[in-house]
């Protein structure tokens, strides 16, 4: 039987991902920012058929010395613990099938927005990748239509600064060449629609 969070009292100087990894394993996201736990709804079935379709065009031209995964942590600190939607990291570190992985492990973080994560995908995982040195961040943009925007990061300002937005084809050169059409991403429902 699993104990829900609620039954779980917060430390008093905040969690830490220590707290979280003695959490059950019941599935359920969560994310740890500056010690506060934040739980993400269910993803709605035209995320995730995003998402996966999108890991799957980028595996397909992924050179050897990176790895395209879903849904793996990105351990920031002990205090800050954020899980991208999709993620590439080098091929070294997922080597050793991990359960999360250093921000100097991983090039490409990306984001899907749904309703119910924009604040966090748009501004303050943004943040929080940038000051952690994730080299690329992409947010996928689902209210009209489906538009990826890229981004670089600055490492001197710790911000990322914008470097496309694809509402027809995703062309651009890291972190490898990459042409994906957004045909491709877009669920049979809302091609049909």
């Not at 065009?57 to 999709?86: H, K, M, N, Y």
């Not at 973080?109 to 943040?127: I, L, N």
Request: proline fraction near 9%; aromatic fraction near 6%.
């Amino acid at each position: 039987m699993t104990a829900a969070l609620s039954e779980f009292r917060p430390p008093a100087s905040g969690w830490t991902t220590n707290d979280l990894d003695a959490l059950p394993d019941d599935g359920i996201r969560r994310e740890l920012i500056d010690g506060v736990v934040f739980v993400s709804p269910s993803p709605t079935a035209n995320h995730q058929i995003i998402a996966m379709r999108l890991g799957v065009a980028l595996d397909e031209s992924c050179p050897q010395e990176w790895v395209v995964t879903q849904g793996v942590e990105i351990r920031i600190s002990t205090v800050r613990s954020l899980t991208p939607d999709i993620l590439v990291t080098t091929a070294s570190a997922a080597a050793r099938n991990p359960s999360r992985f250093e921000p100097h492990e991983v090039v490409l973080a990306v984001e899907v927005v749904s309703p119910t994560s924009r604040a966090m995908d748009r501004v303050m995982k943004p943040a929080l990748y940038a000051q952690a040195g994730v080299p690329l961040y992409w947010r996928v943009e689902t209210e009209d239509g489906i538009i990826v925007h890229t981004h670089r990061l600055d490492p001197a300002r710790e911000l990322y600064a914008p470097t496309g937005e694809y509402a027809s084809t995703v062309e651009c050169d890291e972190p490898w060449p990459i042409s994906i059409p957004i045909a491709r991403l877009t669920p049979r429902r809302l091609a049909v629609d």
